[in-house]
Nanobody, 125 residues
C-alpha cells in the first residue's frame, strides 16, 4: 500500500527528497514513520509525522538536517534530506502507524502496521 521513492546517489553535503505515497487513504488517516536500514545494521527509526502535521519526531542522527512534511490532498508524505553524509547511506522505508499521532516510541518497528518497499539512498563522492 505504501511506496517510498526518490532515492539515488548523491555527494556528501547534497540533498534528496523522498516521497511516500499510496493509492488508498492510509497516509491521510495514519501517522507516518520513516526508517532506514544500512547493510548489516538494524532498522533505525528516524522520523514520525502525525496526521495533522502538528507532531513530529526526529532521531538525533538526523535532527536539523531532515524535515518531514505531508500533503494529504496528494496522499504523499515527504522526507527532505539536507547536508547528507556517507553514514546516511541506507535503504529508506516509510510505514504507517495504526493511529493518528506520533509518540516517543515512534522508532519502534512494532508500532507500525503497514510498510512500503524501500528506496536506496547512497551518499558518496
Amino acid at each position: 500500500q505504501l511506496q517510498a521513492s526518490g532515492g539515488g546517489l548523491v555527494q556528501p553535503g547534497g540533498s534528496l527528497r523522498l516521497s511516500c505515497a499510496t493509492s488508498g487513504n492510509t497516509l491521510v488517516v495514519y501517522a507516518i514513520g520513516w526508517f532506514r536500514q544500512a547493510p548489516g545494521k538494524e532498522r533505525e527509526g528516524i522520523s514520525c509525522l502525525s496526521v495533522s502535521g502538528g507532531s513530529t519526531y526526529y532521531a538525533d542522527s538526523v535532527k536539523g538536517r531532515f524535515t518531514v512534511s505531508r500533503d494529504n490532498a496528494k496522499k504523499t508524505v515527504y522526507l527532505q534530506m539536507n547536508s547528507l553524509k556517507p553514514e546516511d547511506t541506507a535503504v529508506y522505508y516509510c510505514a504507517a502507524d495504526g493511529g493518528s499521532f506520533c509518540y516517543s516510541d515512534y522508532a519502534s518497528v512494532d508500532r507500525y502496521d503497514y510498510w512500503g518497499q524501500g528506496t536506496q539512498v547512497t551518499v558518496s563522492s
